[in-house]
């Protein structure tokens, strides 16, 4: 299955997109986890193979190098977010602390991937 995510800004409009694989970070043009030409692997961890534009992935990739900045101990735990920020929440377990905006790209983001219909 090729993954298509669209932005929260896209979201409202219509998009089309052409499902051509992209040489994902394996360098390959194929497999059940390509993306379509545009869009890369989010990697909040590792496996995560959700496809998002280069924008959102290097997002993830900022929030994750500042992530203990954004902890303090609280109510959740050590991992409790500093005031302003929430938990993003891209798979299950994932405390990293963003922006309510951020979460919500996240969320967005997890539905496009999961849905039946999308990029093919």
Not at 99 to 118: F, G, L, Y
């Amino acid at each position: 299955m090729k993954h298509l995510t669209l932005g929260m800004a896209a979201l409202a409009a219509t998009v089309s997109v052409t499902a051509t694989p992209a040489l994902a970070d394996t360098g390959t043009a194929y497999g059940p986890d390509t993306c379509v030409t545009g869009y890369v692997w989010r990697k909040a961890q590792p496996s995560d193979h959700v496809c998002v534009t280069p924008e959102v992935r290097h997002q993830v990739s900022r929030d994750n190098r500042v992530k203990v900045s954004r902890w303090v101990p609280g109510p959740f735990g050590p991992h409790t977010c500093i005031q302003g920020y929430v938990w993003r929440e891209a798979f299950p377990g994932d405390d990293v602390c963003v922006t309510p905006a951020i979460r919500a790209q996240a969320r967005a983001d997890n539905a496009a991937a999961a849905r039946p219909d999308h990029a093919g």
